[in-house]
């Protein structure tokens, strides 16, 4: 009831805004000249190697080898981006097999992925679950890894358990897999001795590295050590970019009121969403010059992206942190937050809840957070500190 | 003209880091005997389905879009029904939105639609992105605006019947309601497991089932247990004769395509297929004109170097089907690599033998040398034609 409730208060605040941006910053254009450049299209339209494959795929839908091909090209282009369009068009290649109980196993792994990118945590359950009942699962090493990522982010870190030891014949991930969860349940000293003993390893391909020490760095960070997690995540990031390091980092930065730093750390990340949304919030707790543009640019994406209702139901963990810290306005970031505690549940999803919970300063807001934390079996120090 | 130019790219540009998911906006406008819809499209999402980007340059000038507009409006039309009013294109607009640049349709119908919420049937790119959605707004005269976000149905896109009947509740090809994941996932890494040689295997099955590459390595071989003589081509004697040059060939193609393989894979050289695909078929065309009539003024050495050179651009095409992991490339690029030598060694040991078992048969020179060789250069003709003109006429 409570979670239809803020869903309903999601989906208004979404409507609001919805009408209030009409017609968000559009303006005709009126070309003379045939060689006038109307649209820049990414750089994958225009890509041979890419054309070319989606050409053979048009002549030959059903060709396993080309469609997962295809769609692999799409969602990892997605994922670079943060372009969510890609993720429909990797779900397109797909669709010769509509039929998920008869899908090849490659063309079912592919759609449980998309679904996963798009956060569709539960259609993506079913058909992890799915393909992995089917004879021959023990050799999925990379299913049961994306199920037992996905169960973690819903919060079911005993299930996410199971699918972690499913994973064999991959030791480091497998090891990994489970020390995620223990740091996650606060049995933290067993599994930064975990993490220590992977990364001791020499041979450890970088990529590999990158992924143990951010896992490291957050464990330190939600056990309120922050020395150990900055050190950690400069660690990653001296491996290369990571986008996703960079932002996490940025996030510690500014909850350590290092506002200045985060914005240092993301300014050669591309500006999606996510990373413009930490530049709009460092920047006006750092009182930047650069600020003011880019808060009002993150307002208007968010403005168009609600033009399609749902849509703060899905992005309510970033819709929520900017109502908190740049709109000032707890009570709409406290709902956003609660619609999107009904579907995802990391530990940042909690956090922004309990901090918005905290600052609008009502009761049973704050016990709801606290219930959801301890429902979960979440340890983390930072949102203890709120409640 | 130049500044126009620039100025737009500028524009257009300047959008390019706003992403969201593929939404269409319908403005509808409904009174008593008209209804009036403003189509709002984005040529991203048109140039997915209808490849308005005619010269492939990933940019729409005006041009392309202009000469596109019929194919626009019929694509779209077949693919919205509003309570069964026929619909007619009165105008078109081009629009600029914070996503990018949209196709405006202005349709028109003399229809009175019926009260109650309008029934829309929706089917624009159910084909290519099934997380697309129409934004509707439904204006009657006296009312409120009522919004409504219309789902693409299969059906109305005109697909085939299996893909139509994509309704099983787990299918997730209908499940994704929205999609901008303004929040960045942590990606699960991807597990790779040391002592794997799946690279190695795509190598050696590229070059058994690369019919160019097998057919041009054949022309090569050929004459290779035989040697010109003033009375025409002889036998050689021993098979170490053989061995020698057909050594040096294949080092020469092996090294060469190596080069091109990496520069290609590293991304420092790149040449447009349309190039390379034809080029290769011309290879064999030369390697076997050659051996009927001697046309290269240099060692055969020589010219398979440049042709490898060649090649190894053709193997680098497949690369993008494979998708190296990009954390080990180096190591999965020289597994491909090596699997292609293996697949290579064998073709060239096995052709070698039996060549060098038939070389003393009379008809060697006659049949195997000169009718080999012209049917390789029928087969080198016909891929050109077919990669040149774009068409297809045989089977592989």
Same mark, same amino acid.
């Given at each position: ?49 890419? &054309? ?132 996650? &349940? ?202 | ?396």
């Amino acid at each position: 009831m409570r979670s239809l409730h803020a869903l309903t208060g999601a989906l208004a605040a979404g409507l609001v805004v919805a009408f209030a941006a009409a017609a968000v910053n559009a303006a005709p254009i009126t070309p003379t000249l045939d060689d006038e450049v109307i649209e820049v299209l990414p750089a994958s339209a225009a890509n041979r190697e890419d &054309r070319q494959l989606r050409k053979r795929l048009a002549a030959r839908p059903d060709d396993v080898r080309l469609a997962t091909a295809v769609a692999r090209r799409y969602l990892e282009q997605a994922r670079e981006s943060g372009d969510p369009r890609f993720a429909g068009l990797a779900l397109a290649a797909l669709r010769a097999w509509p039929d998920a109980s008869a899908a090849p196993d490659e063309v079912l792994f592919l759609r449980a992925t998309l679904e996963q990118y798009l956060h569709e945590f539960d259609a993506a359950v079913a058909h992890l679950r799915l393909l992995l009942a089917r004879p021959g699962s023990e050799r999925q090493a990379q299913a049961w890894l994306t199920l037992a990522t996905v169960l973690r982010v819903q919060g079911r870190y005993a299930e996410s358990d199971g699918a972690c030891r499913a994973i064999v014949g991959a030791d480091v991930y497998q090891t990994a897999c489970l020390a995620e969860n223990a740091a996650l &349940r606060g049995e933290t000293a067993a599994a930064r001795r975990s993490f220590e003993t992977m990364l001791a390893a020499r041979t450890l391909p970088a990529s590999t590295r990158g992924w143990l020490t951010t896992s490291l760095a957050e464990l330190e960070e939600r056990d309120a050590r922050a020395g150990a997690a900055d050190a950690a995540y400069r660690n990653v990031l001296r491996l290369g970019p990571d986008t996703y390091a960079a932002i996490a980092y940025a996030d510690f930065l500014i909850a350590q009121r290092r506002p200045a730093e985060a914005l240092t750390v993301l300014k050669d990340e591309a500006r999606t969403d996510t990373v413009l949304l930490r530049l709009a919030i460092a920047g006006t707790l750092a009182r930047s010059a650069p600020a003011t543009r880019d808060v009002a640019e993150m307002r208007e994406r968010i403005a168009l992206a609600n033009e399609r209702p749902e849509a703060s139901i899905f992005h309510g963990r970033e819709q929520a942190m900017f109502a908190l810290v740049v709109e000032r306005d707890p009570e709409r970031a406290l709902a956003l937050a609660r619609g999107d505690v009904a579907r995802q549940r990391e530990p940042l999803d909690l956090l922004v809840l309990a901090q918005a919970a905290r600052a609008s300063g009502r009761r049973e807001a704050i016990d709801e957070a606290r219930r959801l934390k301890s429902s979960i079996g979440l340890h983390d120090r930072r949102i203890d500190a709120l409640l | 003209m130049r500044a126009v130019y620039a100025l737009a790219l500028l524009l257009a540009a300047s959008v390019a880091g706003a992403h969201k998911a593929s939404d269409s906006y319908l403005q509808i406008t409904a009174s008593t005997g008209q209804l009036d819809v403003r189509w709002d499209i984005a040529l991203r999402d048109l140039d997915v389905a209808l490849d308005l980007d005619s010269d492939a340059d990933g940019k729409l000038t005006w041009g392309e879009v202009r000469a596109a507009w019929p194919r626009i409006e019929a694509y779209a039309l077949r693919r919205l029904v509003i309570d069964g009013c026929p619909l007619a294109s009165v105008g078109r607009a081009l629009e600029r939105r914070n996503d990018g640049a949209y196709a405006v349709l202005m349709l028109r119908s003399t229809c009175t639609l019926p009260a109650g919420a309008p029934r829309i049937s929706y089917g624009l790119f159910a084909d290519v992105d099934p997380t697309h959605r129409g934004i509707a707004k439904v204006q009657r005269a006296g009312e409120k605006v009522a919004l409504s976000v219309l789902e693409p149905t299969a059906a109305m896109a005109g697909v085939t019947s299996t893909a139509a009947s994509a309704s099983d509740a787990a299918s997730g090809v209908s499940t994704a309601a929205s999609t901008a994941p303004a929040s960045i996932d942590r990606p699960s890494p991807s597990v790779t497991r040391p002592g794997r040689w799946e690279f190695l295997l795509e190598g050696v099955r590229h070059i058994l089932t690369g019919y160019d590459h097998v057919l041009f390595l054949l022309c090569l071989l050929l004459p290779s247990v035989m040697r010109r003589s003033p009375v025409g081509w002889q036998p050689v004697e021993r098979l170490g004769a053989a061995v020698w040059p057909v050594v040096g060939i294949v080092s020469a193609f092996t090294v060469a395509h190596s080069i091109t393989l990496g520069l290609a894979a590293l991304k420092l050289v790149s040449l447009t297929p349309a190039f390379i695909e034809p080029a290769i078929a011309a290879t064999i065309v030369l390697a076997a004109l050659d051996n009927v009539l001697p046309i290269f003024p240099v060692r055969r050495v020589v010219v398979t170097f440049f042709f490898g050179l060649i090649h190894g651009f053709g193997f680098a095409g497949v690369l993008a089907e494979l998708n190296l992991p990009r954390a080990d490339f180096a190591w999965a690029l020289l597994q491909f690599n090596l699997g292609l030598e293996v697949g290579q060694l064998v073709i060239v040991a096995v052709a070698t033998s039996v060549l060098f078992a038939l070389r003393r048969w009379r008809g060697y020179p006659k049949f195997v040398i000169g009718a080999g060789s012209l049917v390789a250069i029928a087969i080198g003709v016909l891929w050109l034609i077919e990669r040149i003109g774009n068409v297809s006429i045989m089977p592989v």
